[in-house]
């Protein structure tokens, strides 16, 4: 093969070359440009050049091959910028570090969209987050030589810091009146960032230019507003590191007059409150978020009202009726069908307590194995099973009578649930524990194994119910105690 017919194009005006780029198939790549080394800059469909196509499908190691073999000389700004912003959607972070090091002046350039690299990041808190933790195990294995776990996650979020630290070291070299114009335009790369929970990207940006937290959208809301508005607990802490700041911006109150406050009283976004699962929970979230927003609020602001005459509280209630309404129908499912297994277990420990494995001697009444081992672990069991199953049954009945008042899902409701389920769980394996001791003293004489093995299936209830239930029960537990964690962390985020 010729040279030359490396550089035919197919009907949309790819080479063969256009293709492996698409595919990240290295080899080829090599053996097509050892032929013919003007093949980089033969563009294809769209006027794409092979480094874009590989690029814009994130393969890594195309990209590095291709980008060395494309002269700079023959790419323009235009293509630079686009590649540029392309790596950084694609995390491909190492090679658009090396382009905005050669070619500063990218910084501040815009692609066909208007936007620069920065508001490409701007939407990408993925890249700023989950690299710095590493498991036990994986730091187990990492002991090991060859490949380390997690080792690629980390170097790829410390690339994605370093991009954005150059890149706005860059941009804050400009007058005020330019980095105003780019964060503004053509998205308000600060808002966009805040809606994001992109926490990481806005801590660069205030660090090196603290005003950004004085930056107002459209709607006079601050980066604080919007993270209120769609729940992210990272940006909305940065302001218990501001100090006598933070009663200012709280102050703000944007077109329809809403503060802070009635922000945090409107419903969080699908995606937000998705994340926990039940509308129980998702209302015990709600609440959360809106007592924790209200103890920064000036006292005078906790009662003002907005464009449509309500207060935070009012328009809370409003927002949340039909929450709180599958709330209390999914309390009383999960409540109602529980209590029927604890009623079970109940009944059926109370029953067994009366007519004790081996009977009881005709002339004292007194169990016939009390000396035996197996006897008390049957009677201690027993008891456990029908003080744990009572216990589970009044928790339940109390979650089924409940008024359903907004504040009982953020305590009351959840602790009741979750004590509820814990002692079902107890008072199961408790039954299962008298039932193999039972069946150890009725059957005392027969093969050993065989006891062993109905002992060792009586734990398959045990085990379902465990698995089948534990992941509510986290959810409630999580949800409780956890969540308080989310608001005002131990350690600076900020300087």
């Known amino acids: 093969m010729n040279p ?21 198939t290295v080899r080829i790549a090599e053996v097509m440009i050892n032929k013919n080394e003007h093949l980089p800059m033969i563009r294809g469909s769209q006027g794409m050049t092979p480094l874009y196509m590989a690029a814009l499908l994130g393969h890594s190691d195309m990209v590095w091959y291709l980008y060395q073999k494309t002269k700079s000389e023959d790419l323009s700004d235009e293509d630079r910028i686009v590649i540029l912003n392309t790596c950084g959607s694609t995390d491909l972070y190492d090679v658009a570090l090396d382009i905005l090091k050669h070619h500063p002046q ?28 590493v498991s036990m195990w994986k730091r187990f294995i ?37 980095i ?38 459209s709607q006079n809301q601050s980066i604080f507003h919007v993270a209120v508005l769609h729940r992210h607990a990272g940006i909305f802490n940065i302001l218990y590191e501001i100090g006598s700041i933070k009663d200012l911006i709280t102050a703000y ?4 007059r809403n503060n802070m406050l009635h922000l945090a009283a409107k419903i969080a976004p699908p ?55 599958k709330g209390e129908a999914w309390m009383k499912n999960t409540a109602s069908q529980s209590m029927v297994v604890a009623t079970l277990i109940a009944t059926v420990m109370f029953a067994a307590a009366f007519t004790v494995p081996g009977g009881n001697d005709n002339n004292t009444g007194i169990p016939m194995f009390r000396k035996d081992s197996s006897f008390m672990v049957f009677a201690i069991s027993d008891a456990i099973a029908l003080v744990t199953s009572s216990t589970s049954i009044l928790m339940f009945l109390s979650i089924l009578t409940s008024r359903y008042a907004e504040n009982d899902f953020l305590e009351s409701l959840p602790f009741k649930l979750m004590i509820g389920l814990t002692t079902l769980f107890v008072s199961i394996t408790t039954m299962m524990v008298a039932f193999g001791a039972t069946f150890f003293i009725v059957f005392d004489r027969y093969m050993v194994w065989v006891r062993i093995a109905v002992a060792l299936f009586a734990c398959v209830p045990i085990i379902l119910f465990a698995t089948l239930q534990y992941p509510l029960l986290a959810d409630v537990i999580h949800s409780t105690y956890g969540s308080r964690l989310l608001f005002q962390p131990r350690k600076h985020m900020l300087y």
């Open 142 to 178: 990492n002991t090991f030589p060859g490949r380390k776990v997690g080792h690629d996650k980390s170097l790829k979020q410390a690339q994605a810091f370093e991009l954005v630290r150059l890149l706005w070291k860059m941009v804050i070299k400009q007058d005020d009146s330019e």
């Open 106 to 133: 990218l910084a501040v350039a815009r692609d066909g969209n208007g936007e620069t690299a920065l508001h490409v990041l701007a939407r990408k808190p993925s890249a700023f987050t989950g690299g710095s933790r």
């Open 4 to 24: 030359e017919d490396l550089e035919l194009q197919n009907s949309n005006g790819n080479t063969a070359l256009c293709f492996a780029a698409a595919a990240g």
């Open 271 to 325: 995606n937000q409150l998705n994340i926990v699962s039940g509308a129980a929970l998702q209302m015990q979230r709600e609440i959360l978020w809106f007592k924790e927003v209200e103890k920064i609020m000036q006292p005078s602001y906790v009662e003002k009202k907005n464009s449509k005459g309500k207060t935070p509280q009012a328009l809370f209630t409003e927002e949340h009726k039909n929450l709180v309404e």
């Open 180 to 217: 105003s114009d780019l964060i503004r335009s053509p998205s308000r790369l600060l808002f966009v960032a805040a809606e994001h929970g992109n926490t990481k990207f806005l801590i660069e940006l205030i660090e090196a230019y603290p005003d950004l937290i004085w930056k107002v959208n």
């Open 253 to 256: 109150r944007d077109e329809d």
